[in-house]
Nanobody, 124 residues
Framework: QLQLVESGGGLVQAGGSLSLSCVAS????????MGWFRQAPGEEREFVATISGSGGRTYYADSVKGRFTISRANAKNTVYLQMNSLKPEDTAVYYC?????????????????WGQGTPVTVSS
Protein backbone atom coordinates (compact mmCIF):
# COMPACT_ATOMS: atom_id res chain seq x y z
CA GLN A 1 0.00 0.00 0.00
CA LEU A 2 1.05 3.55 -0.68
CA GLN A 3 -0.16 6.36 1.57
CA LEU A 4 -0.20 9.93 0.28
CA VAL A 5 -0.51 13.10 2.33
CA GLU A 6 -0.86 16.51 0.67
CA SER A 7 -0.11 19.87 2.21
CA GLY A 8 0.36 23.47 1.17
CA GLY A 9 -3.12 24.51 0.17
CA GLY A 10 -4.69 27.76 1.31
CA LEU A 11 -6.11 31.11 0.30
CA VAL A 12 -4.28 33.30 -2.18
CA GLN A 13 -5.14 36.30 -4.30
CA ALA A 14 -5.34 36.07 -8.05
CA GLY A 15 -1.89 36.34 -9.57
CA GLY A 16 -0.26 34.82 -6.54
CA SER A 17 1.55 31.53 -6.03
CA LEU A 18 1.23 28.41 -3.91
CA SER A 19 3.37 25.32 -3.60
CA LEU A 20 1.74 21.99 -2.85
CA SER A 21 3.59 18.96 -1.49
CA CYS A 22 2.66 15.32 -1.35
CA VAL A 23 4.61 12.89 0.82
CA ALA A 24 4.36 9.19 0.05
CA SER A 25 4.97 6.32 2.42
CA UNK A 26 4.46 2.59 2.54
CA UNK A 27 6.26 1.28 -0.53
CA UNK A 28 8.79 2.13 -3.21
CA UNK A 29 8.10 5.59 -4.53
CA UNK A 30 10.57 6.08 -7.35
CA UNK A 31 8.91 3.46 -9.55
CA UNK A 32 5.53 5.21 -9.52
CA UNK A 33 4.28 7.90 -11.83
CA MET A 34 2.64 10.62 -9.76
CA GLY A 35 -0.15 12.97 -10.66
CA TRP A 36 -2.05 15.96 -9.42
CA PHE A 37 -5.78 16.27 -9.97
CA ARG A 38 -8.30 18.82 -8.77
CA GLN A 39 -12.00 19.01 -8.12
CA ALA A 40 -13.94 22.25 -7.94
CA PRO A 41 -17.30 22.43 -6.13
CA GLY A 42 -19.99 20.84 -8.26
CA GLU A 43 -17.49 19.72 -10.87
CA GLU A 44 -15.88 16.44 -11.83
CA ARG A 45 -12.31 15.70 -10.84
CA GLU A 46 -9.92 16.85 -13.53
CA PHE A 47 -6.32 16.16 -14.41
CA VAL A 48 -3.69 18.80 -13.66
CA ALA A 49 -0.24 17.29 -14.19
CA THR A 50 1.73 14.06 -14.11
CA ILE A 51 5.38 13.12 -13.73
CA SER A 52 7.18 9.86 -14.47
CA GLY A 53 8.97 7.76 -11.89
CA SER A 54 12.36 9.33 -12.56
CA GLY A 55 10.94 12.81 -13.03
CA GLY A 56 12.20 12.95 -16.58
CA ARG A 57 8.82 13.18 -18.24
CA THR A 58 5.99 15.56 -17.37
CA TYR A 59 2.64 16.36 -18.89
CA TYR A 60 0.18 19.15 -18.11
CA ALA A 61 -3.42 20.03 -18.70
CA ASP A 62 -3.72 22.89 -21.18
CA SER A 63 -5.42 25.01 -18.53
CA VAL A 64 -2.30 25.07 -16.33
CA LYS A 65 0.50 24.75 -18.87
CA GLY A 66 3.07 27.50 -18.40
CA ARG A 67 1.78 28.37 -14.93
CA PHE A 68 2.15 25.14 -12.93
CA THR A 69 5.23 22.96 -12.52
CA ILE A 70 5.25 19.39 -11.23
CA SER A 71 8.46 17.98 -9.78
CA ARG A 72 9.58 15.25 -7.44
CA ALA A 73 12.33 14.44 -4.98
CA ASN A 74 12.52 10.67 -4.80
CA ALA A 75 15.01 10.75 -1.94
CA LYS A 76 12.32 12.54 0.07
CA ASN A 77 9.40 10.51 -1.29
CA THR A 78 7.80 13.81 -2.21
CA VAL A 79 6.10 15.26 -5.26
CA TYR A 80 5.47 18.97 -5.64
CA LEU A 81 3.15 21.24 -7.57
CA GLN A 82 4.33 24.82 -7.92
CA MET A 83 1.40 27.00 -8.93
CA ASN A 84 2.06 30.50 -10.25
CA SER A 85 -0.17 33.18 -11.75
CA LEU A 86 -3.15 31.65 -10.01
CA LYS A 87 -6.65 32.42 -11.26
CA PRO A 88 -10.01 32.18 -9.48
CA GLU A 89 -10.85 29.24 -11.74
CA ASP A 90 -7.96 27.32 -10.15
CA THR A 91 -10.01 27.14 -6.95
CA ALA A 92 -10.48 23.46 -6.08
CA VAL A 93 -9.44 20.66 -3.80
CA TYR A 94 -6.13 19.36 -5.13
CA TYR A 95 -5.39 15.66 -4.91
CA CYS A 96 -2.11 13.83 -5.20
CA UNK A 97 -2.27 10.42 -6.87
CA UNK A 98 0.13 7.55 -7.49
CA UNK A 99 0.11 5.07 -10.31
CA UNK A 100 1.42 1.50 -10.30
CA UNK A 101 3.15 2.29 -13.59
CA UNK A 102 6.35 4.19 -14.29
CA UNK A 103 4.54 6.40 -16.80
CA UNK A 104 0.91 7.40 -16.60
CA UNK A 105 -1.40 9.79 -18.34
CA UNK A 106 -4.28 12.06 -17.58
CA UNK A 107 -6.99 9.56 -16.73
CA UNK A 108 -7.86 9.15 -13.07
CA UNK A 109 -8.36 5.39 -13.48
CA UNK A 110 -4.62 5.03 -14.13
CA UNK A 111 -3.94 6.02 -10.52
CA UNK A 112 -4.73 3.57 -7.77
CA UNK A 113 -3.63 5.58 -4.76
CA TRP A 114 -5.02 8.92 -3.67
CA GLY A 115 -4.41 11.43 -0.93
CA GLN A 116 -7.12 13.15 1.06
CA GLY A 117 -6.78 16.43 -0.83
CA THR A 118 -5.78 19.95 0.10
CA PRO A 119 -8.02 22.94 -0.65
CA VAL A 120 -6.86 25.87 -2.74
CA THR A 121 -8.91 29.06 -2.92
CA VAL A 122 -7.97 31.87 -5.28
CA SER A 123 -9.76 35.15 -4.64
CA SER A 124 -10.34 37.74 -7.34
Amino acid sequence: QLQLVESGGGLVQAGGSLSLSCVASGRTFSMNAMGWFRQAPGEEREFVATISGSGGRTYYADSVKGRFTISRANAKNTVYLQMNSLKPEDTAVYYCAASSSYYSGSNSYEYGYWGQGTPVTVSS
